[in-house]
């Protein structure tokens, strides 16, 4: 089993969709978890941490679930600049980060 | 944003050539990090360095030699590489103070082609 799975999508959305990703984790022990959003050719950057029970910043959505080590990212009313791909971070310890292989999204007009 | 850049930006070598990455941090942070990222695979730690001190090396070939004189700079040395590890390498930074939501940033990378 895969240390952080993720779906790959690709996911092709229209302006204004909600769209969710899901990603699982198979270290019961990993305390701290992040999506973070790469654009093509770039590096990637922290879009938010999840915490606890999970979190909100504006559109997006994150939701831990420890039971089942599971966490998801909901994006709503999708815009043309959420086209990326996220990246579903699993922090292992300290300094051990774990990255899923991405999920690709694609918002059309 | 300039927090950590890296140089070169593209590199083409040739499998007998050495070469140096370089990497550099302008955020204050105390941990600096090489992953590989290759294409539709997962980002792949290869090297921490907390403190100037490396702690942890994730079975990375020795044809790949971390380098880190302070806690602002880190290279890589590249000598014999093989084509598979053409790829995209990337740095990052941390505070790295042992908090566990420890935010990573990360620089634009290198991508790195070995003929």
Request: a positive charge; charged letters at 20%.
């Amino acid at each position: 089993r895969k240390e952080v799975e993720q779906d790959p999508g690709p996911f092709n959305v229209p302006e204004g969709a909600t769209v969710a990703f899901n990603c699982t984790y198979s270290n019961s022990a990993s305390q701290s978890f992040f999506w973070y959003r790469q654009d093509c050719r770039k590096e990637p950057k922290l879009l938010m941490s999840v915490y606890s029970s999970g979190n909100e910043d504006g559109r997006f959505t994150a939701q831990l679930n420890r039971a089942s080590q599971y966490i998801s990212l909901l994006i709503r009313d999708s815009k043309l600049s959420d086209s990326a791909t996220y990246l579903c971070v699993v922090n292992i310890n300290n300094n051990d980060m774990r990255f899923g292989a991405g999920t690709r999204l694609t918002v059309k007009p | 944003e300039t927090g950590v850049t890296q140089t070169p930006r593209h590199l083409v070598m040739g499998m007998t050539n050495k070469k140096s990455l370089k990497c550099e941090q302008h955020l204050g942070h105390n941990a600096m990090y090489w992953y590989k990222q290759s294409a539709k695979k997962p980002l792949e730690l290869m090297f921490v360095y907390s403190l100037e001190e490396r702690v942890e090396n994730n079975s990375v070939p020795s044809r790949f030699s971390p380098e880190c004189p302070n806690s602002s700079h880190l290279f890589l040395h590249l000598h014999t590489l093989q084509p598979e590890d053409s790829a995209l390498y990337l740095c990052a930074s941390s505070q790295g103070k042992g908090a566990l939501a420890d935010t990573q940033y990360f620089g634009p990378g290198t991508r790195l082609t070995v003929l």
